[in-house]
């Protein structure tokens, strides 16, 4: 428990905005400049059962298809439940409990098949995960410079500012973000990137891509919308380890 991991915490300023297609994008760019990476959804909820009978989560699997070390879809989400909502609640529905350390040395475990970690974490920044404990405490035990995944849809500038306010309050690091259209019907994208651009970069935590819509959101097709070449982007996430 006492290694450091290398890498990065991705978060997201709510769920179903697209921090999966975003880590996958990362996990392909990264591999593309001689990167181990290892992509952790620290917990997914939600799954359904293939052709083979196997219960698996969709998120799961595309980190998994995105990664290059040969992990199994098991290192690559250790910790899974079947019903898809809270993870709490989810735990609760199936007899379990999510506890800190068990859970923590858990997705190390996984962390530390690569080089570098790409932790994804849960819905937004904040989701509990028992009475006392909660995702941004996760990110804290972590303690990995975090990336922000800010779904462009309504109201997302206010929910951006509010989670980086959220992540800086907890001593994280933020390193960047990244603009996604999670909604396709989202208007004034250009305004909306522009203005979060302003606030984040006074942050000093820069935009590593704007990714639209996409019709197939491969981690190769993610990744060709980040802004830096993906060995410049090896360096940039180096250099976000630095204390």
Request: with cysteine; charged share 15%; proline share 6%.
């Amino acid at each position: 428990m006492s290694t450091r991991l290398q890498g990065l915490f991705v978060t997201g300023t709510d769920t179903e905005i697209g921090k999966t297609c975003i880590t996958a994008g990362l996990t392909h760019a990264l591999a593309e400049a001689g990167a181990r990476v290892a992509p952790v959804k620290s917990l997914a909820a939600g799954q359904v059962q293939d052709a083979a009978g196997q219960w698996v989560n969709e998120d799961v699997l595309q980190l998994h298809a995105a990664q290059r070390l040969g992990l199994t879809p098991v290192q690559v989400g250790p910790v899974q439940f079947r019903e898809p909502c809270a993870p709490h609640i989810a735990a609760r529905l199936e007899g379990r409990t999510l506890e800190r350390e068990p859970l923590l040395a858990a997705i190390r475990a996984s962390a530390q098949l690569g080089e570098l970690a790409l932790v994804e974490g849960v819905g937004g920044f904040r989701v509990p995960l028992n009475d006392a404990y909660d995702t941004a405490d996760l990110a804290v035990d972590l303690a990995l410079p975090v990336l922000l995944v800010v779904g462009l849809r309504l109201g997302c500038i206010n929910h951006a500012l509010l989670t980086a306010e959220a992540i800086r309050a907890r001593g994280l690091r933020l390193a960047g973000w990244v603009a996604n259209v999670a909604d396709p019907r989202q208007t004034h994208v250009a305004d909306n990137v522009a203005a979060l651009t302003a606030h984040f970069d006074r942050m000093g935590a820069p935009c590593w891509g704007e990714v639209p819509r996409l019709a197939d959101p491969s981690p190769a097709a993610v990744a060709a919308h980040f802004s830096l070449m993906p060995a410049t982007l090896l360096q940039a996430v180096r250099q976000v380890q630095e204390p």
